[in-house]
């Protein structure tokens, strides 16, 4: 690991910081209250496997990324792992820190008994996708998605 990087899942007591460090991410996404994020965060729990990890350098938050483990009726049973919200701050980029971010949710998701780990990301910039690719991530398949279309306010 990084020197003076650790990294560890998260509590409820780091909400706070991790919404800070999700505005990174999205900087436009509506605003979440601290009861609705305990609410998300305790039914995260409920997947077994399933984490926010955070890494730290001293007691600043500088990455995360969040990883499910999905029960699966294929592959003889084996659950598999989705990589979710995967950022570094802004001041601690290019440390590697996003990179050992990755490793430790995959160590997870293997740990857990998934037979794959999948990422989805919407970025196009090349540097970003390099990211990807040199944490060990493949993009050997075709993703798809669809979106709720909110309703029309009156």
């Known amino acids: ?10 509590g409820e007591g780091d ?18 209250s601290l009861d609705a994020a305990r ?16 890494g730290s350098v ?6 995360t990324c969040t990883l499910v483990v999905i029960p699966n009726l294929t592959r003889g049973g084996a659950s598999y792992g989705l990589i979710e919200n995967v950022v570094t701050d802004a001041a ?18 293997w740990r857990s008994g998934c037979y794959k ?5 919407g970025a196009k910039d090349p540097a970003t996708l390099n990211f990807y ?3 060990g991530f493949r993009q050997d398949k075709t993703g798809f998605q ?4 909110p309703p029309r306010k009156a």
Do not use: C, K, N, W
């Open 58 to 63: 001293g007691d600043v938050l500088a990455a």
């Open 133 to 135: 690719e040199r944490a």
């Open 15 to 32: 909400l706070l910081a991790l919404l800070g460090l999700y505005r990174q991410l999205i900087p436009d996404d509506p605003e979440l």
């Open 1 to 10: 690991m990084r020197e003076g990087f650790h990294v560890r899942t998260a």
């Open 39 to 54: 609410d998300i965060f305790r039914r995260l729990g409920t997947y077994p496997g399933s984490a926010i990890f955070l």
């Open 117 to 121: 780990v999948m990422l989805l990301t």
């Open 146 to 149: 669809m979106r709720r279309i």
């Open 92 to 109: 601690h980029r290019g440390r590697g820190f996003g990179r050992a971010m990755l490793a430790e949710a995959a160590g997870a998701a």
